[in-house]
């Protein structure tokens, strides 16, 4: 109890800075695997990956290779070596996939040309192909699981077929915040979802998990995500509203209580930060700064990419700073 | 009934066999009237097959059903009764097959034999109608879209088509067929009994063995797929045949039950089945159905299914189990009665046939790496029928569901709108539409019905169709005879008149009651205006035309009247053209 007290004190008394989001700028295990990418030190990557025991915080370090942009040379080179090693063909496909996104921007789909369709689809399946064989072989390989309920959305494979790749990665790992939240996407109404599904979901990967992990930001994902959709079909003011109800608060009070404020929260999760842009997020987007405060003061200068597009002028860095400003001068 | 001792027939002679041997497990190897007959003992009534190596796969498409055919016409006279008969038609075999007492086997078969060497043709235009009743009421299983895919309209493709030769199949056609397929030599007997019951008389024409065909493709690669229409998913692939195979697909049968049914809940029905085709090659058909919400996560666990099995992961369990369940088959009294029915099929075929020993050891010795490797050459292979959108995804390529080509030559578009047009060359014919492409090529073409209001339905080779109706585009019969010349004979059949209601039609655009299609007047004033021109110039032109070349009949149109004439061509053409054109769009009810 005490400890996270003080920890939460020591991260908010030097004087902020700029914030830092690009997790292998702050995380120094992450730094040292980018290194490694880039030196093209596949032994290095794969002790790197070894040291992880957290899925969630694998998830985190895929994510940092696939997006090195001079990865894919690299790890075709590798996996020409040694075309059995799942962890080759996982990093590779997720590169793929993030090639394949880049291509399809991050836009609805309605402004994506037929074209960038296309190419956007070809990298996924190329991906897809490495995937099945890596979970035909290794059926509890969270990593590769996780990447396929990505590429099944990307391939609108159906709602149906991503919840099944969800539920093998759920059998061996049920708690996997990373693949909850790509769930949580296809679920939502722009993937073919409802919000009854989306908040269900949410809650009810919340409260499955063991305090103090981060699933519990899925109920403050799914508010915004609901936010964001109120925003461009009927304004912030319904927007805000919608965030301010009393049951929409009650709820992402209560979970970040069993998630990231609860005193079992694990300080060096990686996912801890994106966790708590999430919650202060959402209690900043209806008004309630003195409620995000807690959420900053454990962020520091750290800072995660999504929500914090999601809310203002959709420019991640000025929100995020102007909000922490206010909140932390409220609470 | 000879019991053939003598070799007076040389095909028995070459056999080796012209006294009768008896195996390890009881059957006993004859020759009754230069067939090649097996005998194991049974208890109870007597059973016995008479099988012939002539099936479908045989046939071409425009004689499809002549097998079948002789079929019926030599099962007619047993009509009535009790006895327990039956007679089929398959692919690569036509199965006689009855229970009963000695007296009703042998007077069975001698019925079926006597009615093979003299048709009773007054039957045959009743039999043809049976046969249409019967293929209106037939359901097919699961693999049977497939074959169309694979192997087009040939060889085992052809049991995915209709008899489409029953419209025009002769009484000669059908006796010829008769007596080169259902012959002493390309028959196999099998009786349950320690001997040939007396009073048998089988005489056949003499012939020749026939072997399996040869597979047809209409497949460019595989592992590929096609969109079905119904919910379910199948796959099929050809493997050789082999003892391994076998256990496969029953071991696969449990991982898609498992899988699919006992753990997810996507399907009813997920089996795998494995079913020998011919002589050297057998197809593994695994299916499962679907709920249509379900459709999407299934066809992924199906794919799922597919690559755990590839990648080796076979439980050591379910092999044990499923050899287990293989061996307890040989754990039956009067087993080699049992094993008489395969045991003749191979024969017919010309398979190898084992002894329950060497089948035994067989099983005994397949290993999880030998299914493994059965694993990867049924994927390699695999044809996979899935609802919804494709699996390309997963690695499969889309067959071929348009030609990749168009013929060069007459364009002939429709009356309506949308329809695209057939294009007409020496050697084939296409048709080009917003929905796709279809080429057939004359040499490949399998089937061309031609019917007497002028409609022409082609099957290629590939099994693409195209249905040529007079009524739809502007076709001539002057082309619709070329084309019939240019197919080969054999593939054309002569249709009866179809109903009128069943010839298509245009459909009825009435654009003039649309708003901005009316007859406009000022459009027929310029109708007029080109109209009177176009009319008096053009047959000024094409008089003074007709004039200088009887003038000038043997040295050639002087040069001042070829120039005169061009003249008046091209202001001629300065009317015609345009008045052609909007009389066009008059006729169209465009203005």
């Known amino acids: 109890m005490i400890t996270g007290h003080m920890i939460r004190r020591v991260s908010a008394h030097p004087p902020l800075g700029r914030p830092v989001f690009e997790p292998a700028d702050r995380i120094p295990a992450l730094t040292a695997l980018r290194g490694h990418v880039h030196g093209r030190n596949w032994d290095s990557v794969a002790g790197s990956f070894a040291a992880l025991t957290d899925e969630d915080d694998r998830a985190l370090a895929c994510r940092v290779v696939a997006e090195q942009q001079n990865a894919e040379p690299f790890l075709n080179q590798v996996m020409a070596g040694d075309p059995r090693d799942p962890l080759v063909r996982t990093l590779l496909a997720d590169r793929l996939i993030q090639t394949g996104w880049g291509i399809r921007s991050g836009y609805r789909a309605r402004h994506v040309s037929r074209e960038q369709f296309q190419q956007f689809h070809a990298f996924l399946r190329r991906a897809e192909v490495l995937l099945i064989d890596v979970c035909a072989e290794y059926p509890d390989h969270a990593l590769a699981w996780y990447l396929r309920v990505i590429t099944s959305r990307g391939l609108e494979l159906g709602p149906g077929e991503t919840r099944r790749r969800y539920e093998r990665l759920a059998e061996h790992h049920p708690h996997h915040y990373s693949g909850q939240q790509q769930l949580l996407q296809q679920i939502c109404p722009k993937w073919g979802g409802t919000w009854e599904s989306a908040h269900g979901f949410a809650e009810e990967c919340a409260k499955a998990a063991p305090p103090g992990s981060p699933n519990g930001a899925l109920v403050a994902v799914a508010q915004l995500e609901r936010y964001l959709e109120l925003r461009e079909k009927e304004g912030d003011r319904a927007a805000g509203t919608y965030l301010r109800t009393p049951g929409a608060h009650q709820a992402l009070l209560d979970a970040a209580a069993r998630s990231v404020l609860h005193p079992a929260a694990r300080a060096d999760a990686y996912q801890l930060v994106g966790a708590h842009s999430a919650f202060a997020a959402a209690h900043c987007a209806a008004g309630r700064h003195a409620e995000a405060a807690a959420h900053f003061r454990a962020l520091g200068d750290r800072a995660s990419e999504f929500p914090w597009s999601y809310v203002g002028s959709h420019d991640h860095e000025a929100e995020f700073v102007r909000h922490r400003k206010t909140a932390l001068a409220k609470g | ?591």
């Open chain 2, 1 to 591: 009934m000879t019991m053939d001792t003598t070799a007076d027939r040389d095909s028995a002679a070459d056999r080796g066999t012209t006294t009768p041997t008896t195996d390890a497990d009881g059957i006993t190897d004859t020759i009754v009237d230069g067939i090649r007959t097996v005998l194991a003992p049974r208890s109870g009534p007597l059973t016995a097959g008479l099988l012939f190596r002539v099936g479908r796969a045989d046939e071409t498409l425009a004689t499809s059903g002549i097998t079948h055919l002789v079929e019926h016409l030599a099962l007619h006279r047993h009509g009535l009764g009790d006895l327990h008969y039956n007679g089929a038609t398959a692919a690569t075999y036509t199965h006689f097959h009855v229970t009963g007492t000695p007296a009703d086997v042998v007077e069975y078969l001698n019925g079926v034999c006597a009615a093979l060497r003299d048709l009773p043709m007054d039957r045959l235009d009743t039999e043809k109608e049976i046969l249409r009743t019967e293929a209106a009421g037939k359901s097919h299983g699961p693999g049977h879209a497939a074959t169309l895919w694979r192997y087009g309209s040939r060889s085992y493709g052809l049991t995915a088509y209709a008899e489409a030769g029953l419209h025009h199949l002769t009484a000669d056609d059908v006796r010829t067929w008769a007596r080169t397929r259902f012959t002493a030599e390309n028959a196999v007997l099998w009786i349950t009994g320690d001997r040939i019951p007396e009073g048998l008389d089988l005489k056949l024409p003499a012939g020749a063995w026939h072997p399996t065909p040869a597979a047809t493709s209409a497949l460019p690669v595989t592992p590929a797929y096609f969109a079905g229409d119904d919910g379910g998913v199948v796959l099929t692939a050809v493997v050789p045949r082999s003892t391994e195979a076998g256990l496969f697909a029953e071991v696969l049968g449990k991982e898609l039950f498992r899988e699919l049914r006992q753990k997810s809940g996507y399907s009813y029905t997920a089996t795998a089945d494995y079913a020998p085709r011919d002589t050297d090659y057998a197809t593994v058909i695994a299916y499962a159905d679907a709920l249509p919400q379900k459709q999407d996560a299934l066809v992924g666990a199906f794919v799922d299914v597919f690559a755990k099995l590839r990648a080796g992961r076979i439980d050591q369990a379910d092999l044990d189990a499923v050899r287990a369940s293989a061996l307890a088959q040989f754990d039956t009294p009067e087993l080699a009665a049992c094993m008489l029915p395969g045991h003749a099929m191979n024969l017919l075929v010309r398979h190898r046939n084992l002894t329950a020993a060497e089948a035994r050891a067989e099983i005994e010795a397949v290993t999880v790496a030998d299914l493994h490797r059965v694993a990867r050459a049924v994927w390699a292979d695999a044809l996979m029928q899935v609802p919804g959108r494709g699996v390309d995804w997963a690695g499969l390529t889309a067959a071929p569901a348009e030609s990749s080509e168009v013929v060069t030559g007459r364009r002939y578009s429709a009356l309506e709108e949308g329809n695209g047009a057939l294009i007409v060359a020496d050697d084939g014919i296409s048709l080009s539409a917003p929905r796709g492409r279809v080429t057939i090529r004359y040499a490949e073409c399998t089937l061309l019905q031609v019917y007497p209001d002028g409609g022409r339905h082609l099957v290629g080779g590939d099994g693409f169709t195209l249905t040529v109706e007079p009524t739809l585009y502007r076709i001539t019969a002057a082309e619709l005879a070329r084309l019939d010349a240019a197919v080969p004979p054999a593939s054309v059949v002569r249709m009866p008149p179809r109903d009128p209601g069943r010839v298509p039609q245009p459909r009825k655009t009435t654009p003039k009651a649309e708003p901005g299609t009316a007859r406009h007047a000022w459009f027929t004033v310029l109708l007029w205006v080109l109209g009177i021109p176009a009319v008096v110039l053009g047959g000024f032109t094409a008089l003074s035309a007709f004039v200088a070349t009887q003038a000038s009949r043997d040295d050639g149109i002087p040069p001042e009247d070829a120039r005169f004439l061009l003249a008046c061509l091209i202001v001629s053409a300065v009317f015609v053209v345009p008045w052609g054109l909007l009389l066009r769009r008059r006729q169209q009810g465009l203005n």
